[in-house]
């Protein structure tokens, strides 16, 4: 069928052009090739389309009647081009992504409301959650994760890294010991997302590694963030949970001296190639985007 269609293509050229020599300059192929593809329709169709002679062509009345739908054909198919030029330099359609709540709650919402004012056509369909989803199974275009991805299906570009700080509520720093080292802190409360079981802090040369007791884990940073403020313990969160943020009680870095193991962040989509105009352009607007070099940085964490 597709062969077919072509050969309508190549029929409706021939007739436009008034010659086979002039439809094959057209068509970039040889005359005798396209004598040979009109002759083979004709066969085909059980009707003679064309009549030859040493000096022109002229359509039969069945090829006249054929290249009416021969030029419907051509027609569909070049408002069909131009629909997915328009789509190109005008992007539409629905973006589904997913990003962890931390991330989407803060760094994301900036990125989307601007992507949206630039390309108003694309509407967002935003999945906010620490659970690791399937990407393809799930139908998302593009997630945010921190770490690299393990599947080696998807493609994962890196953001960079984002710091992370150790904090606590003033209300709960005066009620226990000031803190020194980071030894200090297997005696007192701490509150651990689940990924980050254990923390690994550095000062100068020295480094310093605690695996957490399970006595208060979570899933989720904005509920250890929470939990931070209400002076349950002391926490690690990502600087974007913390610079510039409005919160409703205060918290102070712990152990400011000791840098602790940054967090990488990555973009990560299906394909590298034939992405949907939409999503080619929120994964160029992410890597461009400078509100994300306010606090990821390109540097890797070294020991």
């Known amino acids: ?5 072509q050969d309508m293509a190549l029929f409706a050229l021939v007739a436009e ?3 086979v020599t002039q439809a094959a300059l057209k068509a970039g192929m040889a005359k005798s090739s396209l004598s040979l593809r009109i002759s083979q329709l004709e066969q085909q169709l059980g009707l003679r389309l064309l009549n030859r002679t040493t000096r022109k062509i002229s359509l039969t009345f069945a090829g006249e009647r054929y290249l009416i739908h021969c030029q419907e054909m051509t027609q569909a198919s070049e408002r069909a081009d131009l629909a997915i030029q328009h789509l190109r330099d005008n992007p539409s359609g629905r973006l589904r992504i997913t990003s962890p709540a931390g ?3 803060t760094l994301l919402a900036r990125l989307t409301t601007e992507f ?9 369909e935003i999945a906010i959650s620490d659970t690791l989803v399937d990407l393809v199974d799930e139908g998302f275009d593009v997630a945010f994760r921190t770490g690299k991805p393990l599947d080696s ?3 994962g570009r890196p953001l960079g890294v984002t710091p992370r700080y150790l904090v606590a509520s003033p209300h709960y720093l005066a009620r226990h010991p000031a803190l020194v080292h980071p030894q200090q802190l297997q005696s007192h409360q701490c509150i651990a997302h689940r990924a980050w079981a254990e923390w690994a802090l550095q000062r ?10 399970l006595t208060h884990t979570t899933d989720n940073l904005l509920y ?15 600087a974007f949970l913390v610079d510039g943020v409005d919160l409703s009680q205060p918290l102070v870095r712990v152990l400011p001296e000791w840098r602790a193991e940054p967090n990488e962040l990555y973009l990560v989509y299906p394909s590298r190639k034939l992405n949907s105009p939409a999503m080619a352009c929120f994964i160029e607007f992410v890597l461009q985007h400078d509100a994300l070099a306010e606090y990821v940085t390109p540097a890797p964490f070294s020991s």
């Open 1 to 5: 069928m597709f062969r077919q269609w």
């Open 17 to 19: 052009c008034g010659s």
């Open 103 to 105: 991330f989407g709650a």
């Open 116 to 124: 949206q004012r630039r390309f108003p056509a694309v509407s967002l």
């Open 153 to 155: 299906s998807l493609i």
């Open 204 to 213: 100068g040369s020295e480094d310093y590694r605690w695996l957490l007791p």
């Open 224 to 238: 250890a963030r929470e939990c931070a403020m209400a002076g349950a313990g002391i926490t690690l969160l990502p």
